[in-house]
């Protein structure tokens, strides 16, 4: 992905909730969800307007972003300075300004030809 990548949130999220082992970090501009060996991500829906990826420890709760989908316009995906790293910021425009307001960082880049399903983990 040399160039940046430019895709819709619902597509996004389709796929990223079938690579949750991928996921090396998450967060906010205030708050960064790392990864680790004996944790696990999973994401869940509140009805449409509220999404939760939730980061766990067994049963126990360690983090949680939530999303507002209605409020994301696009997602832009970008090769990190870090080899094996992939950034895909959620992007929030208004007339004003454009803002990251979340952020995945994956072991691998998106891949369109890849099927976007929940049988699908790696």
Partial sequence: MDEPLTLPFAEFWDWVVTHPNCILRAGTPESILYDDE??????????????????????????ELLLAPQQISFVRGSDSEQDGEFIFE?????????LAAYFFVLAHGFDVESPATPSRVH
């Fill in 38 to 63: 004996d944790l696990h991500w999973h994401f869940a829906s509140e009805g449409p307007e509220l999404l939760v990826v939730q980061l766990l420890r067994g049963k126990r709760m360690l983090g």
């Fill in 90 to 98: 959620l992007m929030q425009e208004s007339e004003a300004d454009s």
